[in-house]
């Protein structure tokens, strides 16, 4: 398991292979596109990701998310804290073409390496 300070980039293939589990935080700002959508850019993402092999040897990242942020309500435009709860699931490819072909219920991300950068793809599921 890896705790503490968690890394920039990490090798999902290494992890996967190790079925590792990463916990740990990353501070909000580090999440470029996210934080434009808070009124505060304070506090930290909490992780909890597992690695395994998937279907056909792919890394799946299974876990969650959660962090307290600062938003804008729509309705009456007062700000509000809200308790983000992302659970995570996610299959990594080699292509677009493998991405094509996975199951429409898969969820997945392009990786043509084994470094990925552990912000951007937790980024994309932030902001779903």
């Given at each position: 398991?890896?705790?503490g ?21 990353i501070?909000?700002?580090?999440f ?10 304070d ?48 299959d990594?490819?080699?292509?677009d ?32």
């Amino acid at each position: 398991m890896l705790t503490g300070p968690l890394p920039t980039r990490l090798d999902h293939r290494k992890m996967a292979s190790r079925g590792q589990v990463l916990k740990g935080t990353i501070p909000v700002d580090r999440f470029v596109r996210f934080s434009e959508l808070l009124t505060e850019v304070d506090g930290d993402i909490d992780l909890d990701l597992a690695f395994s092999r998937g279907q056909q040897g792919k890394t799946n990242i299974c876990g969650s998310a959660r962090a307290t942020v600062a938003l804008i309500c729509q309705s009456c435009l007062q700000p509000f804290r809200y308790e983000l709860d992302c659970k995570i699931s996610l299959d990594v490819v080699a292509s677009d073409t493998e991405m094509a072909e996975l199951e429409d219920n898969s969820s997945a991300i392009v990786c043509e390496d084994s470094e990925i950068s552990l912000a951007d793809f937790l980024e994309d599921e932030l902001i779903m």
